[in-house]
């Protein structure tokens, strides 16, 4: 059991309403043979993490379209207002292999799973990245062509940002965008670390340069996708994927940010984590999925 673990985090734009938290909180642990592992709830970013586990894709996949289902019930993006840029209610799902055994082939099945149910049965364009498509195209590519980076010059995002026909070719799902619900990017990848670092800093200028400089894309280290937003308390936070902490850890990635920062001046507060690793997700799981615990732990 244990070997073949599989997680799933799904992402969603709600991160200040508790009751609604709670209840898709619910939701996801509803299912037997599935599990939710962890929340990290932002409520600067107006977005919720929930991460998903179980060592079989069937039940994984149907507490993963289950929550997705509360969640379109329940938000309306329409009237969301963020300081994290969002292409649909439920933003983005990754599933991953957490464990020894479990595959990244295994985790592509699980995502086409559900992407076929929220497609056929919820009604939202999915849109298929990593080892979900045929390509192996990359996340930020769906992004960038969806309008997920230009939303908004200030740093705060209004509203629906697609309208109408889908910004790409849907791989399940209808073609045109409901601008209540919005497009759901879904993929299967190795685990990705997201990685915040924040600045004592209101400058979103400044901040993006040292954003871009940290980026792979403009020039910094391997596997590194950054955006600078607004946080709170009036500071602003690069907010980093690390597609291979085995060869940009943390540690690097905040070593140049620091350097970076002091170069323009401005301040460094902390890096944190929005998310433990798969090893420690593993035994969540099993604790709770063996009903030696029920809580679901959360940030």
């Not at 200040?16 to 642990?29: F, M, N, P, T, Y």
């Not at 954003?211 to 955006?227: N, W």
């Not at 291979?244 to 920062?261: F, G, H, K, N, W």
């Amino acid at each position: 059991t244990i070997a073949k673990m599989l997680g799933c985090n799904v992402y969603i734009s709600e991160g200040r309403d508790a009751q609604i938290i709670s209840a898709l909180q619910e939701v996801a642990s509803s299912h037997r043979g599935a599990t939710c592992v962890w929340t990290f709830k932002d409520a600067a970013y107006h977005r919720t993490g929930f991460t998903l586990a179980s060592p079989k894709p069937a039940p994984l996949c149907a507490a993963v379209v289950a929550l997705v289902g509360a969640a379109l019930k329940c938000i309306d993006l329409r009237t969301h207002v963020a300081t994290h840029p969002r292409l649909g209610v439920v933003d983005h799902i990754s599933c991953h292999p957490l464990a020894s055994t479990s595959t990244l082939a295994t985790a592509s099945e699980t995502a086409h799973q559900i992407g076929r149910q929220v497609g056929r049965e919820l009604n939202i364009p999915v849109l298929y990245y990593g080892a979900a498509h045929h390509s192996g195209r990359r996340l930020a590519e769906i992004r960038r062509a969806a309008g997920y980076f230009k939303g908004s010059a200030g740093g705060v995002w209004e509203g629906s940002v697609n309208k109408g026909e889908a910004p790409l070719p849907p791989d399940c799902g209808p073609s045109t965008v409901s601008e209540r619900s919005g497009i759901l990017c879904l993929g299967a990848a190795p685990w990705v670390v997201n990685y915040n670092i924040a600045l004592s800093t209101s400058d979103l200028d400044s901040a993006r340069r040292i954003a871009r400089a940290v980026s792979t894309r403009g020039g910094g280290p391997a596997g590194v996708e950054a955006m600078a937003l607004p946080h709170s308390d009036g500071t602003i936070e690069i907010a980093c994927n690390l597609l291979d902490a085995s060869v940009t850890p943390q540690e690097e990635v905040l070593a140049l940010v620091s350097a970076l920062a002091e170069g323009a001046g401005v301040g460094v507060l902390a890096g944190y984590t929005t998310n433990k690793q798969p090893e420690e997700l593993v035994q969540i799981a099993l604790r709770q999925l063996s009903g030696d615990s029920d809580d679901v732990v959360r940030h």
